[in-house]
Each structure stands twice: as structure tokens, then as C-alpha cells.
């Protein structure tokens, strides 16, 4: 029985660790990546909450503070999933199309660069047809390995790269205006198009920014400063847009929250579930990596993760309609986090390579 609750203690501290770093604002790697498994936290403290009643029939004062403290830490959890369920409140109405409107569809995919399943990827989007398409982790194999695309998708802005961060934007609409910019890093592009819908103007902006990992980057700094940097633009424009890529950041992190209130957007994903993208091979280590932030001026038609192509990331679409502007659900924004969107732009661009 001891060395059984030795173990708890163990488990117990690592897991309550784990729950408490993503409090600490520090950009090193070693605390964002805890910001990813919120999920399989909140499991796995709640099999240590349940099994505590097991393992400690004649307990201590001490082990009280221990089950209080997973208590407070399966709720705090708790509280952070919630509004990545079904029972959470939507930030973005569902809505049909009226008449012969047809919705404005859109695939994301990070292909994996060392995939070559490319005919996967291409069935996909013959099965699927959206109207535009933003590949990431593209390389001139990727660009040959889906040139048949080119007969269907006749605008198309394209930067394959050999470093995991090439990007192809296919559109069957017509693109009217398109910028290729290296906001933080000069090896780093993302995109920004205006595309033409219904007679109005959509702008979508794509991004795949540096993940904080120590084979790619050891602080989260450029990747905060790129996705806060692109959440100011879009709040400047005023008009209907879309923030959409892989962010390589999760849904309910103090940066993704960030970038909502500083933009105005609005997350989809809120109210209807986590939407997990990444790993697609790994279900016990899955999370929402690949995005789509919508303005007011959206309402949505169908959000859903496709089937696997292949890569380390499943595909995700979504299906919207152009109604009224609604900005009810939008975050408000403090003073003190302006400044500190603003310090964290700027600490990036100082960091970054451009």
C-alpha cells in the first residue's frame, strides 16, 4: 500500500505540474507545450482524484491538500474545455443558404511535406470541391505531385519551400487582390487575399507560424507575434474576413485569446467541440492545431475534420454564408492587454529574422 501511494504522489504532483505551468507567461518551450493536452489533463487528474479514494483508506491531513488540490485543478480544467463543447455558448450562429446562394467553402491542410500520398489529397478536394483551398508544409514535389488542381483552380498564389513551411492557395474564385509577406521571418510566408464571393469581397488570411518545439523553435515568441500581428490586421480591415492555417496553436490558450479579443474575431469551434487536427495518427495526443477565426459577418453552414491524407494533420473545412455584421459574441479587449499585444509584436519582429 505504500508504494501504491508513493505512485499517486508521483503521478499526482507531475500531473497537478503540468495543470499549473501554462499560468507561467514564459515563452520557453518547455511551458507552451503544456498548453497544448488540456484534455488529456483534465483525464488524467480525474483517474488521480477517482483512484485517491482507493489508495488512501486511512488518510493524513496532507493527503486532503492533495485531493483538494486535484479538485481545484479537475475544475479550472473543466472550465477551460467547456466552451469546446456541445453545451457551450456559440460564438457563431448556424445558418442555411437562402435560395441559390451557395456558401463560401474552404479546406485547410497541412500535407506533412514528406508525405507523397498526393492523389489522397486529390480525391479529397474532387470529393469535397471547396471554393478555396490553403496547403502548408508544401515543397516543389507537393506543387508537381497536385498540378492537376491547376485546371479547376485558376488563381493561385504559390511559395513551395524545402523548410516545412512552403504554402499553396488555390481559390475557383476570382482572386482581386493578393500579398505574399514574410511578417517575422524572411523563410516564414503567409498569405493575404481578397477572393470574390456572391458579389462581395472576402479577405482570408493564411498563416502556418514556427510551432515551440526545440527542433523548430525554442520560445513561442515569433509564433505569438505572427498570429497577434495578423489578428491586428484583420481588425484594422473592418470587413468581412477569415484568419485560417495551421497556428500551431491550440483553441483555449492565452494566446489564441489574445488574438481574439485584439481582432475581433470569432472562433467557430465554440459551442460545437474541439474539432482535433493534430495528431492524426496519435488519438491519445490529438488537439486543435489548424484554425478558422471568422468576422461578424459569417454565419456557419458545416465545420468538419476530414478524412486522413496521409499527414501528421487531418484536413479540416468549413462551409459558411455572408449575413448582417454580429459582433455580440466578439471578446473585449482591456488596455493593459492592447499594450501587451503590442510588446508581444513587437518582441517577435525584434526576435524574428525579416
Known amino acids: 500500500m505504500i508504494i501504491t501511494q508513493d505512485l499517486h504522489y508521483g503521478f499526482s504532483g507531475l500531473f497537478l505540474l503540468s495543470a499549473v505551468l501554462p499560468f507561467f507567461k514564459s515563452d520557453w518551450w518547455v511551458i507552451r507545450v503544456f498548453d497544448y493536452p488540456r484534455l488529456q489533463k483534465f483525464i488524467l487528474l480525474l483517474i488521480m482524484f477517482v483512484t485517491w479514494f482507493f489508495v488512501f483508506q486511512k488518510p493524513a491531513w496532507y493527503d486532503f491538500v492533495v485531493l483538494f488540490l486535484l479538485g481545484f485543478s479537475i475544475a479550472y480544467l473543466a472550465a477551460v474545455i467547456y466552451p469546446y463543447t456541445i453545451l457551450g455558448r456559440k460564438m457563431i450562429e448556424q445558418s442555411e443558404p437562402s435560395g441559390t446562394e451557395k456558401p463560401l467553402q474552404l479546406l485547410v491542410c497541412n500535407v506533412f511535406q514528406d508525405n507523397q500520398d498526393y492523389a489522397r489529397l486529390v480525391n479529397l478536394v474532387n470529393k469535397k470541391q471547396p471554393d478555396v483551398i490553403l496547403l502548408l508544409e508544401t515543397n516543389k514535389a507537393w506543387q508537381e505531385g497536385i498540378s492537376e488542381l491547376r485546371e479547376?483552380?485558376?488563381?493561385?498564389?504559390?511559395?513551395?519551400?524545402?523548410?516545412?513551411?512552403g504554402l499553396l492557395f488555390y481559390s475557383r474564385l476570382p482572386v482581386i487582390y493578393h500579398e505574399l509577406n514574410y511578417l517575422i521571418d524572411?523563410?516564414?510566408?503567409?498569405?493575404?487575399?481578397?477572393?470574390?464571393?456572391?458579389?462581395?469581397?472576402?479577405?482570408?488570411y493564411g498563416l502556418h507560424p514556427t510551432p515551440p518545439v526545440p527542433q523548430e523553435n525554442p520560445e513561442s515568441t515569433e509564433r505569438d507575434a505572427e498570429i497577434l500581428l495578423i489578428g491586428k490586421m484583420a481588425k484594422a480591415y473592418d470587413k468581412p474576413c477569415i484568419v485560417f492555417g495551421d497556428l500551431n496553436d491550440v483553441a483555449w490558450s492565452y494566446t489564441t485569446s489574445l488574438f481574439l479579443?485584439?481582432?475581433?474575431?470569432?472562433?467557430?469551434?465554440?459551442?460545437?467541440?474541439?474539432?482535433?487536427?493534430?495528431?492524426?495518427?496519435?488519438?491519445?495526443?490529438?488537439w486543435p492545431l489548424d484554425h478558422y477565426f471568422l468576422s461578424g459577418h459569417f454565419r456557419l453552414v458545416n465545420i468538419c475534420i476530414e478524412e486522413s491524407v496521409g499527414s501528421d494533420h487531418f484536413p479540416i473545412s468549413i462551409s459558411l454564408v455572408l449575413k448582417n455584421e454580429d459582433d455580440s459574441e466578439k471578446l473585449d479587449i482591456s488596455h493593459e492587454e492592447k499594450m501587451e499585444v503590442q510588446e508581444k509584436i513587437?518582441?517577435?519582429?525584434?526576435?524574428?529574422?525579416?
Open 152 to 165: 479547376t483552380y485558376p488563381y493561385r498564389i504559390e511559395a513551395p519551400l524545402e523548410n516545412t513551411y
Open 261 to 286: 479579443k485584439a481582432s475581433g474575431l470569432l472562433d467557430p469551434r465554440r459551442g460545437r467541440g474541439m474539432y482535433s487536427t493534430f495528431h492524426a495518427s496519435h488519438w491519445l495526443l490529438r
Open 346 to 354: 513587437e518582441a517577435g519582429i525584434e526576435k524574428g529574422d525579416v
Open 186 to 204: 524572411k523563410e516564414i510566408p503567409s498569405v493575404v487575399a481578397d477572393v470574390e464571393y456572391n458579389g462581395q469581397v472576402v479577405r482570408l
